[in-house]
């Protein structure tokens, strides 16, 4: 017969937090998922930024011309 060892199961805090941070991500994906199936093109061209910018600006501060 084979002895075999084992060792304790060990569970830490930053396992905890890991777990917890895949399952709100595992949430947010399926309510993304949920969201593009109900109406594909809303989905799509839906504005997702939180704080839109209507017009980016810009100055020239050099030119080869």
Known sequence: SRK????PISWREEDQVSNNKL???GVSLLKLCGRYLKNK?????????????EEYTSTIIASNL
Request: hydrophobic share 30%.
């Open 4 to 7: 075999s060892f084992s060792s």
């Open 23 to 25: 399952t709100s991500f």
């Open 41 to 53: 093109n809303e989905f799509v061209t839906r504005e997702w930024r939180e704080k839109p910018i």
